[in-house]
């Protein structure tokens, strides 16, 4: 990220915690052993997501086949029509059933809808950390957008572009329920994020790039979220990676889900990595301060 993670949990607040290594290390530690570990289970996806995921992938599914799909799950269903319906979809013209709004939509962007309600309803709702989850959840539906932005600009991969910035960040989520269920199964409040926050910094990208292997998804979706802070590493996906990097970059721009950070294209080398001209650069910001100034 253009800032670490420890200032984007802290808000506001100019004064850092004081960093106990023993905690630390425990915490870590805790981490490691239940995500890093082939007896791992991620929170399960809805058969929904895995079919739309499947179905997105092939070059013959039917209009029928995802009306069928979407139609079983009524959370999914209700937000594909309310996306089809937003003025950014309908330009006026009512969606008058599920069809219609698949139609105006396309099996990619239901299959990202499908991921968004997972996103809300299955990684971004931890016990003890409320407000944090609402932060990180508005700031991974800006992420995916974003992300899906840049890769329309550079055509490359635009059809993934989507979930690897909606999922990139999610290992601080996953860390937060792996250590808030050790807590509370102690009877313990949980941790606030200002102890936690180092913990985070160094295992987050890992455990979403674990998480997103688990459920199946395609490589450049798990190796892109797991080097999005070290793109040089993606052997197969650092332009990916890299467009990540520049996700953090203008989120931070905007100050979605974190303390604002301005930036300058013309200082920012990693604008330049991925061939972006001056302009597009421009429009990369104008359109995070657009979704900044939009949320909710």
Same mark, same amino acid.
Not at 129 to 142: H, N, P, T, V
Not at 191 to 207: D, F, G, K, T, W
Not at 290 to 295: S, V
């Given at each position: 990220?253009?800032?670490?993670?420890?200032?984007?949990?802290?808000?506001?607040?100019?004064?850092?915690?004081?960093?106990?290594?023993?905690?630390?290390?425990?915490?870590?530690?805790?981490?490691?052993?239940?995500?890093?570990?082939?007896?791992?289970?991620?929170?399960?996806?809805?058969?929904?997501?895995?079919?739309?995921?499947?179905?997105?992938?092939?070059?013959?599914?039917?209009?029928?086949?995802?009306?069928?799909?979407?139609?079983?799950?009524?959370?999914?269903? #209700?937000?594909?029509?309310? $996306?089809?319906?937003?003025?950014?979809?309908? &330009? /006026?013209?009512? !969606?008058? @059933? %599920?069809?219609?709004?698949?139609?105006?939509?396309?099996?990619?962007?239901?299959?990202?809808?499908?991921?968004?309600?997972?996103?809300?309803?299955?990684?971004?709702?931890?016990?003890?950390?409320?407000?944090?989850?609402?932060?990180?959840?508005?700031?991974?539906?800006?992420?995916?957008?974003?992300?899906?932005?840049?890769?329309?600009?550079?055509?490359?991969?635009?059809?993934?572009?989507?979930?690897?910035?909606?999922?990139?960040?999610?290992?601080? #989520?996953?860390?937060?329920? $792996?250590?808030?269920?050790?807590?509370?199964? &102690? /009877?313990?409040? !949980?941790? @606030? %994020?200002?102890?936690?926050?180092?913990?985070?910094?160094?295992?987050?990208?890992?455990?979403?790039?674990?998480?997103?292997?688990?459920?199946?998804?395609?490589?450049?979706?798990?190796?892109?979220?797991?080097?999005?802070?070290?793109?040089?590493?993606?052997?197969?996906?650092?332009?990916?990676?890299?467009?990540?990097?520049?996700?953090?970059?203008?989120?931070?721009?905007?100050?979605?889900?974190?303390?604002?950070?301005?930036?300058?294209?013309?200082?920012?080398?990693?604008?330049?990595?991925?061939?972006?001209?001056?302009?597009?650069?421009?429009?990369?910001?104008?359109?995070?301060?657009?979704?900044?100034?939009?949320?909710?």
């Amino acid at each position: 990220m253009s800032q670490s993670i420890v200032e984007a949990l802290l808000g506001d607040s100019k004064a850092k915690p004081e960093v106990d290594p023993d905690f630390v290390a425990d915490m870590g530690a805790l981490v490691k052993n239940v995500l890093f570990t082939d007896d791992y289970k991620p929170p399960l996806l809805p058969e929904t997501a895995i079919s739309l995921s499947e179905m997105a992938r092939k070059r013959d599914t039917s209009l029928r086949d995802v009306e069928m799909c979407v139609s079983r799950d009524p959370i999914v269903a #209700a937000r594909v029509v309310a $996306v089809a319906s937003s003025a950014f979809y309908s &330009r /006026g013209q009512p !969606v008058r @059933s %599920l069809r219609a709004a698949i139609t105006r939509l396309g099996l990619q962007e239901v299959r990202d809808v499908a991921f968004q309600v997972v996103a809300q309803t299955r990684i971004f709702r931890i016990p003890g950390y409320d407000s944090q989850m609402r932060k990180l959840f508005e700031k991974a539906q800006a992420s995916g957008l974003i992300a899906r932005e840049i890769c329309r600009i550079m055509a490359y991969e635009s059809e993934v572009a989507y979930l690897c910035g909606l999922f990139h960040d999610m290992g601080e #989520a996953i860390i937060l329920g $792996v250590i808030g269920e050790s807590w509370r199964n &102690r /009877g313990l409040t !949980v941790p @606030s %994020l200002e102890l936690l926050a180092p913990v985070i910094e160094q295992y987050h990208a890992q455990s979403g790039g674990v998480v997103c292997r688990k459920w199946g998804l395609q490589d450049i979706i798990a190796e892109s979220v797991r080097f999005h802070h070290q793109p040089k590493l993606a052997a197969h996906c650092e332009k990916m990676a890299t467009a990540l990097t520049v996700t953090d970059l203008l989120l931070g721009h905007a100050g979605i889900g974190c303390e604002r950070a301005l930036v300058d294209p013309i200082n920012q080398p990693l604008f330049f990595e991925l061939n972006l001209s001056p302009g597009q650069a421009l429009h990369l910001i104008d359109y995070a301060n657009y979704l900044g100034e939009n949320r909710g």
